[in-house]
């Protein structure tokens, strides 16, 4: 028997559960830290790391008060977090700055920079991440910094993602060069793959910019999986959480990987990780490449596997954003959402409000809902955006799918699924396959599997999945529904490449607003 601690850093709170290898959940306790965002720049969203450890120390106290037991029975703590959220360092690990959060797109030039230049020079690394590199992602972010910086620029030494500062921090490490660096972090946002040698050529960072000129020897050190050990808990911060000093610390990673893992993700499994956006989560024993999916990186996920990541810019964003121009909540807005049926709104929404992460890879797109008319109402385009997002996801599970990675199992993991009854079944029915949602709250199991395995509780991760993962809810899917959402997403994916897709050839869009309100007419019974 163990206690454990597994953290999960969001988009805005960080979360810690403290879990028992025998009872399983003990507590969870949440802190929330601000989001740095200027109107007149809706790329802009930083986050300061001093508030996030702030945030850290308050939540793992109120999570041990909250169990009733002693801090010093907690055998190790493991951590996730968003990504790609890059932050700037110098020699001695302080930051020069805010991260760069996930959600922050200033980087877009530095990202079509990258791309260009790795099809020019055939660099193997860019077909690795579907073809594109994001400007969600570190390179980019951190030429933006440097270019944008240029008084901090003596002070800079390295940049690190999110999960590796805040292991390095509780580790209380404070050379640069001691940092261990996530695998799943550098693999899906840095381009960096042990089949090539690591991150690409300093050669090739050099033509990009003179400003990355002797870059790659400052990210030189160690790349792990997160069966492997970050570092030690320090005195600082032991006495500061209430823990004991020297516990392990495991290799970080990020929230949906290790989410996957808690829900329960194995070999032809696909995991949608619902929250403010969407990761899709995937492993395979053999590799395979999957055009416009943002990244195959073996031990990302599971040690012992290939990773697989894809995912939408925004979802419950969107949501969000829709009941916001309505002056109302999501969850007020939702009320009467089950009533609804496949079609009926004759709405069709593309859920690009926050640029395409997959398969197109497209940050200059914006949200399009097509089929208004004068009566329609916010409820309605609320319906159609959970539609959207489910068509938007489908593109992508067959686009996986036809580039070999099996799709057998669809479980819906992260926040949303958990209240939102709607969303899961119209996933079920635009897919046309059961989907399952854990039976609790998957968040930060993924974590505690991991630090389980540092305390040396289990020997393998399918152990630990089998002892401390949620039985299921099965969503399935309803005939009907699913031959209206097979007419609609016809119109979908036309309308998604032909929009979408800068040189996409012409494509006759005529037919698109008539059946629109055909199917509805008919959905409702008014032909």
């Known amino acids: 028997m163990a206690i454990v601690a597994g953290v999960d850093f969001g988009t805005l709170s960080v979360r810690v559960t403290l879990l028992d290898s025998t009872k399983g959940r003990l507590s969870t306790a949440s802190a929330e830290y601000p989001l740095h965002r200027k109107r007149e720049d809706p790329d802009y969203a930083t986050q300061s790391h001093h508030d996030q450890m702030e945030a850290l120390v308050k939540a793992t106290q109120k999570a041990i008060a909250d169990a009733g037991i002693d801090g010093s029975l907690i055998e190790s703590i493991a951590l996730d977090t968003t990504g790609s959220s890059v932050i700037f360092v110098d020699k001695q690990v302080q930051p020069l700055d805010d991260y760069y959060l996930w959600c922050d797109h200033r980087a877009k030039r530095e990202a079509q920079e990258i791309t260009s230049l790795a099809h020019a020079g055939q660099l193997e690394a860019i077909e690795w991440c579907g073809g594109v590199y994001s400007h969600e992602w570190g390179f980019a972010k951190l030429l933006h910094w440097l270019r944008h910086n240029p008084a901090k620029r003596e002070q800079f030494y390295t940049a690190f993602e999110h999960c590796d500062m805040v292991a390095a921090t509780l580790a209380g490490i404070d050379d640069a060069t001691k940092v261990k660096r996530s695998v799943c972090a550098m693999g899906h946002k840095w381009l960096w793959n042990p089949k090539w040698g690591g991150l690409p050529p300093q050669e090739f960072l050099s033509r990009l910019d003179p400003l990355f000129d002797g870059i790659r020897e400052r990210f030189d050190g160690e790349y792990l999986t997160s069966d492997k050990v970050a570092g030690h808990l320090a005195p600082h911060w032991a006495e500061r959480m209430g823990l004991k000093t020297g516990i392990p610390i495991p290799v970080g990673a990020f929230d949906a990987h290790w989410d996957a893992i808690g829900a329960g993700c194995r070999e032809g499994d696909v995991v949608n990780v ?12 053999r590799t395979v490449l999957v055009p416009g999916v943002c990244g195959v990186v073996p031990g990302s996920v599971h040690p012992q596997y290939t990773g697989v990541e894809a995912g939408l810019s925004a979802t419950g964003d969107i949501f969000e954003a829709i009941a916001r121009r ?20 004759g709405l069709l929404r593309l859920s690009w409000d926050n640029g395409d992460r997959t398969v197109l890879v497209n940050s200059e797109l914006g949200g399009v809902t097509l089929g208004w008319n004068l009566i329609h109402t916010a409820q309605d385009e609320l319906h159609a955006a959970i539609e959207g997002t489910a068509f938007h996801t489908r593109i992508i599970l067959e686009r996986t ?6 799709v057998e199992r669809v479980i819906n993991a992260g926040g949303i699924p958990q209240h939102n009854k709607v969303l899961n079944q119209i996933y079920a029915d635009v897919f046309n396959k059961p989907v399952l949602v854990p039976a609790g709250i998957p968040t930060s199991l993924g974590s505690g599997i991991f630090a389980q395995l540092a305390a040396g ?15 299921y809810i099965t969503y399935t899917p309803n005939p009907e529904a699913a031959a209206i959402y097979d007419r609609l997403f016809t119109l979908y994916r036309k309308v998604y490449f032909g929009l979408g897709t800068k040189d996409a050839p012409p494509v006759a869009l005529g037919d698109v607003l008539p059946e629109l309100r055909k199917i509805s007419a008919e959905v409702l019974g008014h032909e």
Do not use: H, W
């Open 326 to 345: 309505a002056g109302t909540k999501v969850s007020d807005l939702s009320k009467g959402l089950e009533t609804y049926r496949a079609g009926q709104t």
């Open 274 to 285: 619902v929250g403010t956006s969407t990761c899709i989560i995937a492993m395979e024993k």
């Open 401 to 406: 799918a036809e580039n070999g990675v099996p």
């Open 457 to 471: 509780v289990f020997a393998s991760i399918e152990e630990a999945q089998k002892a401390m993962c949620l039985d």
